[in-house]
């Protein structure tokens, strides 16, 4: 299994750590347009290989695409991340440019290579590239609702004063400031729904708190978050190489599914070999319904500022 990672900034290096520390890949290629950036971050990386027990190769390259050639995944994590008071969508202008030129890059070395878009506004960055790679729909996989279920559950476990593992839970929808659609009628603890434990204002704030999870931490670091977003990558990575069908809520390009046509969205889906093997639909009730009417209606409005 050879994956690449374009893009060796915070968000790629901490994704090739985990993928590495996992050890089920052969090979991770870190690719950037920053000289050196690339090669130095392999190395040091690979200077942990002995304490850190993997055998995973690492190799850096400035841009070379050709050392990218035959990967089986790539990930998407180039571009611009935001800074404090800044929202997802405001990236659009440089983004686009790039995940646009990197996505075809990619595909001319490794024509069957699965894509997982990481750079933001990450919903829109993956309608791009399904409308302008012409890769099969199943190999486009936008990353945003592993992550932001996984703060959902780290919220979850606050309230409920309880180990994270004991929680279960989804988000779905955009992955934007108001467009994440928290599951909470769905989540539990150990089975027993969270509504067991938690009043429905301490589930609202639970929500919120979930929701504005990218920009909570980008206020606290300067710039936005990179170990859970790695590591939510490295799950969706790990998915597909070791041909788990986990399921993961995913950016999707929607034909029908909850309602919605052309459209990119966090849904739950199945990730194995092939990709994003299967949309899971699942009922909603009506104001779980209206919350992702309103969120892709959000999303598209981002996506009509696409030069496409
Ligand atoms: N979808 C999500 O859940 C999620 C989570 C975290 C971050 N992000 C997004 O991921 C992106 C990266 O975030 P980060 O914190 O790693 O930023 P970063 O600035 O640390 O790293 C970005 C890297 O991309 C490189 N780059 C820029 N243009 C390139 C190009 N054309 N080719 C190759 N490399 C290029 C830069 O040199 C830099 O090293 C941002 O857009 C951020 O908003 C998304
Ligand atoms: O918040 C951001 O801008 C980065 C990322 O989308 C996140 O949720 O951490």
Same mark, same amino acid.
């Given at each position: 299994?050879?994956?690449?990672?374009?893009?060796?900034?915070?968000?790629?290096?901490?994704?090739?750590?985990?993928?590495?520390?996992?050890?089920?890949?052969?090979?991770?290629?870190?690719?950037?347009?920053?000289?050196?950036?690339?090669?130095?971050?392999?190395?040091?990386?690979?200077?942990?290989?002995?304490?850190?027990?993997?055998?995973?190769?690492?190799?850096?390259?400035?841009?070379?695409?050709?050392?990218?050639?035959?990967?089986?995944?790539?990930?998407?994590?180039?571009?611009?991340? %935001?800074?404090?008071?800044?929202?997802?969508?405001?990236?659009?202008?440089?983004?686009?440019?790039?995940?646009?030129?990197?996505?075809?890059?990619?595909?001319?070395?490794?024509?069957?290579?699965?894509?997982?878009?990481?750079?933001?506004?990450?919903?829109?960055?993956?309608?791009?590239?399904?409308?302008?790679?012409?890769?099969?729909?199943?190999?486009?996989?936008?990353?945003?609702?592993?992550?932001?279920? #996984?703060?959902?559950?780290? %919220?979850?476990?606050? #309230? =409920?004063?309880?180990?994270?593992?004991?929680?279960?839970?989804?988000?779905?929808?955009?992955?934007?400031?108001?467009?994440?659609?928290?599951?909470? %009628?769905? #989540?539990?603890?150990?089975?027993?729904?969270?509504?067991?434990?938690?009043?429905?204002? %301490?589930?609202?704030?639970?929500?919120?708190?979930?929701?504005?999870?990218?920009?909570?931490?980008?206020?606290?670091?300067?710039?936005?978050?990179?170990?859970?977003?790695?590591?939510?990558?490295?799950?969706?990575?790990?998915?597909?190489?070791?041909?788990?069908?986990?399921?993961?809520?995913?950016?999707?390009?929607?034909?029908?599914?909850?309602?919605?046509?052309? *459209?990119?969205?966090?849904?739950?889906?199945? *990730?194995?070999?092939?990709? =994003?093997?299967?949309?899971?639909?699942?009922?909603?009730?009506?104001?779980?319904?209206?919350?992702?009417?309103?969120?892709?209606?959000?999303?598209?409005?981002?996506?009509? =500022?696409?030069?496409?």
């Amino acid at each position: 299994m050879k994956v690449t990672i374009v893009g060796a900034g915070a968000v790629g290096a901490s994704c090739a750590e985990y993928v590495a520390i996992k050890d089920f890949a052969s090979e991770v290629v870190l690719l950037d347009i920053k000289e050196g950036v690339a090669e130095g971050k392999a190395m040091d990386l690979m200077q942990t290989a002995t304490l850190n027990s993997f055998d995973t190769q690492i190799t850096g390259t400035t841009n070379d695409y050709s050392k990218t050639a035959g990967s089986d995944v790539a990930v998407i994590t180039s571009g611009i991340p %935001r800074k404090p008071g800044m929202t997802r969508e405001e990236l659009i202008g440089i983004n686009a440019g790039i995940v646009k030129e990197v996505s075809s890059n990619l595909i001319k070395h490794s024509p069957n290579v699965t894509l997982i878009v990481v750079s933001n506004p990450m919903d829109t960055m993956t309608y791009l590239v399904h409308k302008t790679t012409g890769l099969p729909k199943n190999k486009i996989i936008g990353m945003g609702g592993a992550l932001d279920s #996984a703060r959902f559950k780290f %919220r979850l476990s606050e #309230a =409920l004063e309880c180990p994270p593992s004991d929680v279960n839970g989804m988000v779905i929808g955009g992955h934007s400031d108001t467009g994440m659609v928290p599951l909470t %009628r769905l #989540a539990t603890r150990n089975s027993i729904p969270v509504s067991a434990f938690l009043s429905e204002d %301490r589930l609202n704030q639970v929500s919120e708190d979930t929701k504005v999870g990218g920009a909570t931490l980008t206020k606290l670091l300067g710039t936005s978050a990179w170990y859970a977003p790695g590591a939510a990558v490295s799950a969706l990575v790990q998915a597909i190489a070791c041909n788990q069908k986990k399921m993961f809520p995913c950016s999707a390009m929607l034909e029908g599914e909850y309602g919605l046509n052309d *459209i990119c969205i966090g849904v739950p889906a199945i *990730i194995g070999k092939d990709g =994003l093997e299967k949309i899971v639909e699942i009922e909603l009730d009506d104001a779980e319904s209206k919350k992702i009417k309103e969120s892709a209606e959000g999303v598209s409005k981002t996506n009509a =500022l696409l030069e496409l």
